[in-house]
């Protein structure tokens, strides 16, 4: 089992910034790709950034410019820096980990999610 931990959430003004982090912990696994998705109120899940394990990413049109995302592999982590905030980008932000865990023989590939925190952008 993979457990992601969110943080970095909150409330900001529209213009100014924040930074989200995601570390993934457990025993016996590895990750691939991780990305940051939200959801809000009456829209569906999309993705907003993701990043694989050689740092090539992508970004959905509307962040792009403004998100970056990085992460660790040396400690299984995931940061989003998001700058020039909107008003439209208020909703919770969920990190997602395709990992694998290893259990003897079995090699069990999953995608895992977190908790998800809450990003509001208003004056």
């Known amino acids: 089992q993979v457990q992601l931990v969110e943080s970095g959430g909150g409330l900001v003004q529209p213009g100014g910034s924040l930074r989200l982090s995601c570390a993934a912990s457990?025993?016996?696994?590895?990750?691939?790709?991780m990305g940051w998705f939200r959801q809000a109120p009456g829209k569906q899940r999309e993705l907003v950034a993701s990043i694989n394990s050689g740092g090539g990413t992508d970004y959905a049109g509307s962040v792009e410019g403004r998100f970056t995302i990085s992460r660790d592999n040396s400690k299984n982590t995931v940061n989003l820096q998001m700058n020039s905030l909107k008003p439209e980008d208020t909703a919770v932000y969920y990190c997602?980990?395709?990992?694998?865990?290893?259990?003897?023989?079995?090699?069990?590939?999953?995608?895992?999610w977190g908790q998800g925190t809450q990003v509001t952008v208003s004056s």
């Open positions: 997602k980990a395709d990992a694998v865990a290893y259990r003897g023989t079995l090699h069990i590939r999953n995608d895992y």
């Open positions: 457990g025993s016996d696994f590895s990750v691939n790709a």
